[in-house]
C-alpha cells in the first residue's frame, strides 16, 4: 500500500458485506421461485414426489397455514392440489361477495 491510500473502513467492509448478504438471499429467493413456479406449471399428475414435498415446504411456512398447526400429511393433501393459475395485469380474480369456490395464493402482483 503506498502512503496515503485510503483503505475501506471497518464500516464500509461491513455495508459490503450486508449488501452481498442481501444479494446472496435475494437470488435464492428468485432461484427457489423460478423452481416452484417450474412445479406448478406441470400437471399435477406429472409431479413427483420430491416436487410435492418442495410445495409443502414452501406452503408450511406461511403464515396462513404455519397458525393452523397443520401436519404434514395435511399439507402434503393441500400440494397435491395446488395449481398455477395465470392471470394477466389488472384480471380480476374474485370480487367481494363472490362464494368461495377456490382458494388463491398470489405469487406476484
Same mark, same amino acid.
Given at each position: 500500500?503506498?502512503?496515503?491510500?485510503?483503505?475501506?473502513?471497518?464500516?464500509?467492509?461491513?455495508?459490503?458485506?450486508?449488501?452481498?448478504?442481501?444479494?446472496?438471499?435475494?437470488?435464492?429467493?428468485?432461484?427457489?421461485?423460478?423452481?416452484?413456479?417450474?412445479?406448478?406449471?406441470?400437471?399435477?399428475?406429472?409431479?413427483?414426489? /420430491? &416436487?410435492?414435498?418442495? #410445495?409443502?415446504? !414452501? *406452503?408450511?411456512? @406461511? %403464515?396462513?397455514?404455519?397458525?393452523?398447526?397443520?401436519? +404434514? /400429511? &395435511?399439507?402434503?393433501? #393441500?400440494?397435491? !392440489? *395446488?395449481?398455477? @393459475? %395465470?392471470?394477466?395485469?389488472?384480471?380480476?380474480?374474485? +370480487?367481494?361477495?363472490?362464494?368461495?369456490?377456490?382458494?388463491?395464493?398470489?405469487?406476484?402482483?
Amino acid at each position: 500500500m503506498s502512503v496515503g491510500e485510503k483503505t475501506p473502513s471497518d464500516a464500509e467492509n461491513g455495508e459490503k458485506n450486508d449488501l452481498e448478504k442481501n444479494l446472496s438471499k435475494f437470488s435464492d429467493a428468485l432461484t427457489g421461485y423460478a423452481e416452484m413456479y417450474n412445479i406448478l406449471c406441470k400437471p399435477r399428475t406429472e409431479r413427483l414426489g /420430491s &416436487e410435492q414435498e418442495q #410445495i409443502v415446504s !414452501v *406452503i408450511s411456512e @406461511l %403464515p396462513f397455514f404455519k397458525e393452523r398447526f397443520m401436519t +404434514e /400429511s &395435511e399439507l402434503l393433501d #393441500i400440494a397435491n !392440489v *395446488i395449481t398455477l @393459475l %395465470p392471470k394477466e395485469a389488472g384480471e380480476t380474480v374474485m +370480487e367481494y361477495g363472490d362464494v368461495g369456490e377456490h382458494f388463491y395464493f398470489v405469487l406476484m402482483g
